[in-house]
């Protein structure tokens, strides 16, 4: 096996941090009894309602 990377090393390790939660945190998962193993839960996830741009009311001056 090669490695490859730059000369010297950057000082962090991810151009972006990940993205991790709370190990103990089991609140989107369930045990599914047909597969005996634990399976996560999607969320029921809701649109926000489309608006008309026309429709919205004109931001009001702001004087000081």
């Given at each position: 096996?090669?490695?490859?990377?730059?000369?010297?090393?950057?000082?962090?390790?991810?151009?972006?941090?990940?993205?991790?939660?709370?190990?103990?945190?089991?609140?989107?998962?369930?045990?599914?009894?047909?597969?005996?193993?634990?399976?996560t839960?999607?969320?029921?996830?809701?649109?926000?309602?489309?608006?008309?741009?026309?429709?919205?009311?004109?931001?009001?001056?702001?004087?000081?």
């Amino acid at each position: 096996m090669e490695w490859n990377c730059t000369s010297p090393p950057p000082f962090y390790n991810f151009e972006r941090a990940p993205v991790v939660g709370d190990p103990y945190d089991f609140h989107d998962i369930e045990w599914q009894e047909s597969d005996e193993r634990y399976v996560t839960i999607q969320p029921e996830r809701k649109l926000a309602p489309e608006s008309d741009p026309s429709k919205s009311p004109a931001p009001a001056s702001h004087k000081h």
